[in-house]
């Protein structure tokens, strides 16, 4: 019924698609270094040094003190370092202070933003000097009125 090729190439198709898995970095741990994965990340604790992983999430509890690249981010807690990602998700609770390499972000009402923002279609890819130093292109100061725009909508929201 089914032909070798196409079992061999399902096979081929499962390893490639296996299941990336979640380190938990617990409320009562603290990590002094970096940590390097190709899994996800989630930190509860807090981490003291550079983070490179494919997806983080930042628990309300948990801190970073260090520069972040991964994916895609969504913060509960506080950051503090540059951050370069394609998505960046700030809830309410979070904190982030520093410097901020993207292409899209969420910030939910009452989130804290210190940090200079650079909107770029490749973040992953930055180079260069720090978000702080980088100049901006016309694309990105229309992204910027925008992000103004969302803020005061926000603001009258809470308020």
Known sequence: MFDKSTSQNRSARDKSEQH????????????????????????????E??????????AESGVINGDVLAESIESNGTINGTV??????LTKT???????VLK?????????????????DHPMHHE????????PTSEDKVEEKDVKVVERAMEKKAS
Request: aromatic letters at 2%.
């Open 84 to 89: 370069k990602t394609e998505m960046l998700r």
């Open 128 to 135: 260069g000097a720090e978000p702080e130093a980088s100049k």
């Open 94 to 100: 979070s904190k982030i202070d520093g410097g901020v």
């Open 20 to 47: 990336v898995g979640t380190t938990v970095i617990s409320s009562d741990t603290k990590i002094l270094g970096s940590i390097e994965t190709t899994q996800n990340l989630k930190v509860e604790g807090t981490i």
């Open 104 to 120: 899209n972000w969420i910030v939910d009402a009452g989130a804290k933003v210190n940090a200079t923002c650079h909107f770029t």
């Open 49 to 58: 040094g550079d983070i490179n992983c494919a997806r983080l999430v930042v």
